[in-house]
C-alpha cells in the first residue's frame, strides 16, 4: 500500500483531493496490483509481489485515466465550439502518420480478438494481462511525444479527429481488458 501510495504520489497532481477519494484510489491500485500481479503470470510459474518502485497496474490504470481525461477534454472543447464534432462514417486512418500510431494499431488493437481468444480456448488468461501492460508502454510513449489536441486550425482538424477516433479504439481495448481481469478503472488520477 505504502509503495503503490508512493507510486500515485508521483503522477497525482491534485493537492486540494480529499484523503477519503485518494484513499479509494489507493485501495483500487493496491487491489489492482495483486490481481494484476497473480493474472499476469502463467499458472505453471509461482507469483511474487514485489514493487520496488514500479506497479504494472498503476502504470496501467494511469494510462486509461490520461486517456479518459484526453477524450474528456475533447468532449469538453466540442461543447465550447472550439472542435467540432467527430464526424460519423469512416475515420481517416490514413492521416495517422507517427511510429507508435501504427504499433499499437497493428501490435495492440487489431491482434486483441486472438488474444482473447487464445485466452479463453488455451486458458492463458496471463496473456491478455500482457497484451494491457504492453499496450500501456507503447500508449505512454505515443502520447508523451505526440500531441493529440492540437490547435484547432482547420487544416489540422481532420488529424484531430483521426487521433481522437485512435484513442477512443484503444480505450476500448484497455477497458475491455480491465473489466475481463476484475479491475476498476480509474477516470482521474
Not at 461543447?79 to 481517416?92: E, I, K, T
Amino acid at each position: 500500500y505504502d509503495k503503490i501510495g508512493a507510486l500515485d504520489g508521483e503522477r497525482c497532481d491534485d493537492d486540494d483531493e480529499p484523503a477519503e477519494a485518494r484513499d479509494r484510489r489507493l485501495n483500487c491500485l493496491t487491489s489492482a496490483e495483486v490481481k494484476l500481479s497473480l493474472v499476469a503470470s502463467s499458472p505453471a510459474s509461482q507469483t511474487t509481489i514485489n514493487t520496488p518502485g514500479y506497479s504494472a497496474a498503476t502504470f496501467v490504470l494511469y494510462n486509461s485515466a490520461r486517456l479518459s481525461q484526453i477524450l474528456a477534454s475533447f468532449d469538453e472543447s466540442v461543447r465550447q465550439g472550439v472542435y467540432p464534432s467527430l464526424p460519423g462514417g469512416n475515420v481517416q486512418w490514413h492521416l495517422l502518420q507517427e511510429e507508435e500510431e501504427w504499433e499499437i494499431f497493428f501490435i495492440y488493437l487489431l491482434p486483441y480478438t486472438d488474444v482473447l481468444s487464445e485466452a479463453v480456448h488455451q486458458l492463458k488468461l496471463h496473456k491478455i494481462a500482457l497484451h494491457l501492460t504492453g499496450l500501456s508502454g507503447s500508449l505512454s510513449r505515443y502520447y508523451s511525444r505526440v500531441k493529440i489536441l492540437r490547435d484547432p486550425l482547420p487544416n489540422l482538424i481532420p488529424l484531430i479527429h483521426a487521433r481522437v477516433r485512435f484513442i477512443q479504439e484503444v480505450q476500448n481495448v484497455i477497458l475491455s481488458s480491465l473489466n475481463i481481469l476484475g479491475l476498476q478503472q480509474l477516470k482521474k488520477m
